[in-house]
């Protein structure tokens, strides 16, 4: 996305779901997390479009509308809390 920032560890997870068109995903994922305050500069060759919001209006919007979203964002989302002030991670 054009940045570079500091980031943590916070956990990684397995899942596995099948979805309404027959595929199914079994991934193995961890997550990253990182303060960052400037304006992202993506790649236009990488990048169509992208959103930068706040993580409460991405939360609030998941639970809205969760087929805008990807399936294991929606499991991130519930687990992870994040203390930006003091860069610490809680499940």
Same mark, same amino acid.
């Given at each position: 996305?054009?940045?570079?920032?500091?980031?943590?560890?916070?956990?990684?997870?397995?899942? +596995?779901?099948?979805? %309404?068109?027959?595929? $199914?995903?079994?991934?193995?994922?961890?997550?990253? !997390?990182? &303060?960052?305050?400037? /304006?992202?500069?993506?790649?236009? +060759?990488?990048?169509? %479009?992208?959103?930068? $919001?706040?993580?409460?209006?991405?939360?609030?919007? !998941?639970? &809205?509308?969760?087929? /805008?979203?990807?399936?294991?964002?929606?499991?991130?989302?519930?687990?992870?809390?994040?203390?930006?002030?003091?860069?610490?991670?809680?499940?």
């Amino acid at each position: 996305m054009g940045f570079d920032c500091k980031l943590i560890k916070a956990f990684c997870f397995r899942y +596995k779901t099948k979805f %309404d068109n027959g595929l $199914i995903e079994n991934e193995y994922d961890c997550v990253f !997390i990182g &303060k960052y305050d400037g /304006k992202p500069q993506p790649n236009p +060759k990488e990048v169509i %479009d992208c959103k930068w $919001i706040p993580l409460t209006r991405l939360k609030e919007d !998941i639970f &809205k509308n969760p087929q /805008k979203y990807t399936y294991w964002l929606n499991k991130v989302l519930k687990k992870i809390k994040y203390n930006f002030d003091n860069e610490k991670v809680t499940q």
